[in-house]
């Protein structure tokens, strides 16, 4: 098996005095869909944050495609192949929808690349093609989670980084959502996602890893996560595994 | 009479273009630096004389002087941003509106020490003729006027909605940690706004210079404040709102001055202002009308934990005071007398902006309450001095407080934009209301401190009243604080929301909080107006908030031991180094803007 793709190295992460994370290490293997589940204040979302530079480790490192990325700015680590679907999803509201994925593009300059890479996606997010010259910010939230996933899909990443994409979805979009992650993994995008609903993203995963209070508690191949009966304990917040 | 009428229509709209060119920027920074930029009039005025500077010494034609005077300002405007602004990411959200305050006293003073403060005329660089049109006349300078505020609105257009960077700009405007997830570099689009603004800036400077014939270096406060009232008036961060905003400003104005006069031009700027704020604080153009919840509440400036002083250290110091008019040092004792005067503005203001973190940008608008009172009732009603002060400080307190409440539910930047406001309405109401205040002439002949038939009127009588008044008031401030009062202020200030869940009403607390101020400046204010004998609404104004500002931040916001430190150092340090007096605004510039940086929980720390 070659290298991972995105490797975190024992990082040890503080929000102030307080510690988030605790020698945390956990690798992405290109081509997979990789979960990271964990309750509130777990610290799954400041995993996310140190994957994308908005936030600092106090020491480990962040390993992306044999480089090291620790500690660069946001924008170079975008530009070196990560795309983003932030948590509550973070579309530029008052922008059309078209604007919002040519800022999905920002860091591209291959004009008929961006040109066909928007028609590939929209023929993956066929509802967005009719709304196109629509404010963002009008749109439902099962709408704008597709819009954020397609904005992260224009910047033609290796990895996309998603921060709980089903919340406050209703269960008919939940399922769509999860069923275009797949589409976007197979073609041949990673997905390294954080999610809080376990047994849905298990359901889509290929590994996963169960944080708990900064630790990984659990981990294994996504299939024999999901037959393990200490998941439920670990990602309700019970005693340690 | 209807070409007298157009007239006016025309002068307004060309005035409502200058202001365009300021508002536009100041809604851009706004945009996406989150911040009210208090040193924009200052980058204008360095337009207006490198644009004076160029056609003088090199003789440009207009289009090379509009051409410097870009590449100046965006430069200006760049320096302003990497030096002065981005050390301070990650700081308490009022520290970089401090420090663009502490930029503007700096450029402000160097443009007056290169160009000296006299007017210059700026040489017209257009034809001087007019076409008649119905009774009213245009001239070339309006239309040019008029053609470089289109030109420059539709290149921000055309900029903002079909360039990359332009959507960088509105990405980052409006989720700056979601434009640096698409790869967006948010310091340099910072940057970017920062030069087109601050070019922008320096054009309305230059035009202005030729609309009126003349420029100097104390017209950049007005700028910066005309800019801000079209912005709110617009609404913070809304570009378009701000030319719609600049155009009703430019036309308020023009329409005021052929109706009542030219000395009530900025009255309705700012009555306008505060209208705003109070109705319509997201602005005219906006469809909500509550404000968006401000990330500004909560943690204030700088954490720490404050110098512990012991009592027998400030007693011996309080005595050491009390001895030094024995030394027979008259100018030594000038110098105190007017650092304990000042100390009691300070007492006031760390109390309403440290303890209760309403940043108030017009506390000197109290003094000059409490001045004009005092010796109104002294000369006017033939009250006793001694009764007249205290009386002036009740008198500051309730007019102060009144004057404030309407600004009440507002937070952030928008109580020191109120503030500003409020303390340049006293001023213009002193200045036009003759009646009472003998207007510009000024009140003199004020009668001399004297405390029932003791006369305090000498430089040692004035020291000592100062010294007892201060202690006085510094006590009662030390015990508030150490109340239940002094708590549920700090909790409003801390946290306003989790306050009121606590049954904390903030504008009762707030009242009592501007009303204590209010009269602790309003005696302060009266004992100076006894003190010169002579005042008028110029006594008082804006630079003395900002120096006051200053004070407390050096001595550390909400300390009442380091509000008389700081205005004992502001005061006192100038005077010893004497021969420095010309460069004293910039010295409080510079200290004001490395506090904000290295030490902003000031030199006692913050309570």
Known sequence: ??????????????????????????????????????GNASGKSTSMKTVLGLQRPGSGKVWFDGADITGLPTPRIIRSGIGSVPEARRLFGAMTVRENLLMGAYTRSDKPGIAADEDRVLGLFPRLRERLKQRAGTMSGGEQQMLAMARALMGRPKLICMDEPTMGLSPLFVDRVLELIQAINREGVTIFMVEQNASLALGIAHYGYVLQTGRIALEGPAAALLRDPRIRDAYLGGAAA | MLGAWFDYTVNGFVIGNIYALLAVGLALIYGVANLVNFAHGSVYVVGAYVGWAAITYLGTPLPVTLLCVVVVCALVGVGIERLGLRPLHGASRIAPLLATIGIALVLDQ??????????????????DWRITLGGGTIGALDLLIAGIGLTSAAVLYGFLRFTKLGWAVRATAQDSDAAKQMGVDTDRVNLVVFAIASALSGISGVLVGMYYNQINPAMSFEATLKGIVALIIGGLGNVPGAIGGSLILGLTESYGIALFGTSYRNLFAFVLLIAMLVWRPNGLFAARRSLPPEPMTGTFIARSRPLKVPSWAVAVVILLAALLPLLDAPYLLQIGANSLMYAMLALSLTLVAGTVGQVSLGHAALLAIGGYASGLLALDAGWPVAVAIPAAGLITAALGTLLVFPAFRLTGHYVSIATLGIGEIVSLVILNWTGLTRGAIGLGGIPPLEVFGYDLGSVQGTYWLCLVVLVLLALLQVRLLNSHLGRSWRAIRDDSVAARSYGVSGDRYKALAFGYGGFAAGISGAITAHAYSYINHETFGATISILALTMVILGGLGNVVGAVLGATLLIALP??????????????????????RFRPQGLMGTV
Not at chain 2, 110 to 127: K, N, T, Y
Request: aromatic fraction near 10%; proline fraction near 8%; charge should be negative.
């Open chain 1, 1 to 38: 098996m070659s290298a991972p793709l995105l490797r975190l190295e024992a990082i040890n992460s503080f929000y102030g005095p307080v510690q988030v994370h605790f020698d945390l290490s956990l690798v992405v293997e290109a081509g997979q869909i990789v979960c990271l589940l964990g």
């Open chain 2, 110 to 127: 160097v443009v007056q020490l290169i160009f000296s403060p006299d007017p210059r005329a700026v040489p017209m660089q257009v034809p």
């Open chain 2, 575 to 596: 005077e010893a180094f004497r021969f420095l007096a010309e460069y004293r605004i910039l010295i409080y510039g510079i200290v004001l803007l490395l506090l904000i």
